[in-house]
Every structure is written in C-alpha cells, then in structure tokens.
C-alpha cells in the first residue's frame, strides 16, 4: 500500500490545479472508510476547464491526423511505466482485483494504440453532370466526457482516445466514488498533450450536470445509469448537442435444450461474475429449461460456494467488494424482495468479516415472473437462474425489460441462430458472453443508450459529416 500515491491534482490548461477545500472523500470499499481526498471543482474552475479546451480545439483539429495519431502513442506509451502505480490506486478506490486491475491499465494503454490505427473516410462521387461530391468528417468541438466507477480507467480512455483523434478537445469528469485513476492519468498525460486539449476535473454528480449545461460544449459522452442518461438527454435537447448514452444493461443468457451444463456452467458463472457483476454486459439473469435447471443451479452453487471474496490487494482474491455502501444495500434489497416474494436462493458464498461492502456470490431461483430482480440491472454478484419450458418463452421473457444492451444463446444447431436473431439488443454471443472488442461496436437500445462505443464506428461519433459540393465552371 505504501505504493499508492493518493494525492493528486486536476488538470487544467495544461496545469495541476489542487481545487477547492474540502476534497471529496474517496473510499477505499474494501475497509469502507477514506483512504484518500479527491479535489474539489469549483464552477469558476469548470468554466476555464470548457474555456481551455475551446481555446485550443481550433489549432488541435488543424493538425494533421497522423499528428494527431502519434500524440495517442504518445498518451499510451506515458501511461505504460505506470502500470503498477496506477493499478494499485485502482483497486484502493475500486475494489476490484489487484490482477483485473493491471489487466484494465493495459488494455487502456493498447486502447490508446489501437485508436491510433484508425483513420476517418474521406468519401468523394462525381455525378455524370461533372459535379464533385466529397463527404468528410469534422470533430465537434469541445467534448464533456463522464465516465462511470466500474471501469474507470479503460471507460474514460475510449472516450478521450477517439474524441483526440478526431479533432477534439476533452473535458473528462470521473466518477466521485473512482475519481484518482483519472486525475492521477490526467497528470500524466498533460507531459504529453498540448495545453488545454485534455482537462480532467472531479466533483460530485452536480459537477457532472453543470458540464453538460455548460455552453461551449459540443458533445457529450456519458456512461452510467438510464436516469442520469435521461436527464442528459433532455439537457442537450435544448441545444440539439450530440449525445452518446451507454446507460447500462440486463443482460439475458438463454441455454437451450440439450446443451451441456457442465460445458456452460463456468462460462455462465464467469460472465456474470466479471467485476462481481459490476458490469454493463455482464450476465444478469439465465434463461434454462426447466429440465436442466437443478443441474445448472448445483453447478452454479458449487462455484459461488468455492470463489474467494476478499479485498482486492489480497493475494488469491477472485472477487473484491461492491464499490459503495449504496451499491451493497441496492443488491441485497432486490434479492431480499424476490425471496418476499417466493424466490428460493439455492447457493451463496463466504463474505470476510469486517466493514467493507462485501456481497457473497449467490444463486437464485424461482422469481416471480416480472419482478424487479429479472427486470432491473442488479449490478451485484447475483445469478438469477429461471426455468421455462418453450424456448419462446425465454425469448419473450428476455425481451421484457427496458433494457437492450447484450445477450447471449448458449447450445448448437439452428435453434442457436434463430433464437439469437429474436433478441432485442445491440449484441448476442454465441456460446460466449460480455467479449468487447476494440475493433467492434458496442451500443444498445431501449434504456440501455444511443450511439455506439469503440472502433471505427464508434470514432465516428465523436465526427460529423460535412459535405462539400463543387459543380463545373460554367460556359
């Protein structure tokens, strides 16, 4: 711990900015008590933040892209020697795994270098009048990025890393419960980038609100909960500001009949599990015939009965906490309600003893069918494990949330196709579940967003089209 290096500043302009008195306490979840202060952004700090990154957009969207390409190489290759620096302040402010947070500072540094290799079309036509036709694309101006607490390291780069290529510039507000990954990567960057093109600022969740008000800004990129989405949504409606929403999901796993639970149940188990469940495509609720169901729910139970629960520093840890007290209670709220209701829980896991916001893994079935635990995001280590007895059902069933992020069907033949072609989401695995690509889009429908994140359709979000008309001179 003695590594963790819990002091640091906002970037502004280029400069540390220390904010003001009082800083935001964060905890660390695994004690559930502060380890460290977050500086606090006061509104006259947020105006030169906006007022920074609008000054220098002009000059940063006239760079070349290949400038432009070799500053996000740069971005990456400073954040790289850090891995272990900013891995620790991860899983202090997180919880999550010492391991899973080093795998989340390296894939934000290939983010960055995956980015790079990305380059926005230029699109010319010439009608058989002679006229010229040519459709590029133009970055927005300044964009206001939020990221959320689960993944704030990889979550807040793919937004900063497509947003720089493009030709923006970027205001970054992290999450208040993981703001120090952020700020401390802010510091870093600044070495790198030229003033002003990367400000990171933190606060509570009216920070967040007054930046997306804020005139001056040309997009907004958010990742969180539906309700704050919402009121984004209505915020920018005003000025017709772009918007990209990833609000979350309730994700449904179908396992048809016939399939091999003992091939699956790991699979299943893993993919609800990733971030102990703290994860917008994580598995939220398993659609089995009723016939494999025991099978399934003793197989599950084995594994939630076995998984190591402890803080993230812990050597053999496999889950850590949830990241919040509030977080923990809405968990343990929705399982206590569905077993009011006539949920049976069949497994449940061994917590440590002390403070932190810990929740044993468990297994749950017989749910009332539409109740809040198969039709709301949990966000916690719980499977819901549902029988039925026609694969329609489990369709039907799965398609009656608001939600329409991911899913996925596990099993063979042709019923796999088809059935996965009946899901209303952005994305369904086969036989797999949650695998994000950098060079594949992510995005749903419903409460769970609009737009698309990462690769080449997700760096055209952060663009608008921009045609240019040239007909020939005339006699």
Not at 296 to 308: C, F, K, M, T
Request: glycine share 10%; proline share 9%.
């Amino acid at each position: 711990m003695g590594n963790v290096r819990p002091t640091v500043t906002m970037t502004v302009d280029g400069q540390a900015v220390e904010g003001e008195p009082p800083g935001l306490p964060v905890e660390d979840p695994a004690l559930a008590r502060p380890f460290a202060h977050a500086p606090r952004c006061t509104p006259d700090l947020l105006g030169r933040a906006v007022n920074a990154c609008g000054t220098a957009f002009p000059s940063w969207a006239a760079r070349p892209e290949s400038d432009r390409r070799e500053h996000l190489l740069a971005c990456g290759d400073a954040l790289s020697p850090h891995t272990e620096e900013l891995a620790l302040l991860l899983t202090r402010e997180q919880g999550k795994p010492l391991r899973d947070a080093r795998a989340e500072v390296r894939r934000a540094v290939d983010w960055f270098r995956h980015t790079a290799e990305l380059a926005l079309p230029v699109e010319t036509f010439t009608d058989d009048q002679g006229t010229e036709v040519t459709l590029t694309r133009k970055p927005h101006g300044v964009v206001a990025a939020i990221s959320p607490s689960n993944f704030p390291v990889i979550l807040s780069v793919c937004k900063i890393a497509p947003a720089l290529l493009a030709g923006n510039t970027v205001v970054l507000k992290p999450s208040p419960e993981t703001p120090l990954t952020a700020l401390r990567i802010g510091e870093l960057l600044r070495e790198v980038l030229p003033a002003g093109v990367l400000n990171v600022v933190s606060g509570d969740a009216s920070l967040g609100a007054a930046l997306t008000a804020r005139p001056g800004v040309g997009m907004i990129s958010f990742t969180g909960s539906p309700a704050t989405g919402r009121a984004i949504a209505r915020q920018a409606a005003e000025t017709f500001t772009p918007v990209v929403l990833e609000l979350g999901g309730n994700d449904p796993a179908i396992v048809l009949p016939g399939t091999d639970i003992d091939a699956v149940a790991g699979p299943l188990f893993r993919a609800a599990l990733v971030n102990n469940g703290q994860f917008c495509a994580a598995v939220k609720r398993v659609y089995v015939p009723r016939a494999l169901r025991d099978q399934l729910l003793d197989a599950l139970g084995e594994l939630a009965s076995s998984a190591v629960v402890g803080p993230g520093l812990d050597v053999g840890t496999e889950l850590g906490p949830l990241v919040s007290r509030a977080q923990r209670d809405t968990v343990a709220a929705m399982v206590e309600e569905a077993v009011a209701a006539g949920a049976r829980v069949t497994a449940r896991g061994k917590c440590p003893e002390g403070e932190g916001h810990f929740y044993p893994p468990t297994v749950i079935t017989d749910l009332p069918e539409g109740g809040r635990l198969e039709v709301e995001e949990q966000f916690g280590p719980v499977i819901p494990v549902i029988a039925y007895d026609e694969v329609p059902q489990a369709v039907e069933r799965a398609n009656a949330t608001p939600y329409g992020l991911g899913a996925s069907v596990w099993g063979a033949g042709e019923e796999l196709t088809a059935t996965a072609d009946a899901l209303r989401c952005g994305t369904v695995w086969l036989n797999t579940h949650g695998e994000l690509r950098h060079d594949a889009p992510f995005g749903g429908v419903g409460c769970s967003g609009t737009g698309v994140e990462y690769g080449y359709w997700g760096l055209l979000e952060y663009t608008r089209i921009a045609v240019r008309n040239v007909s020939p001179p005339t006699a």
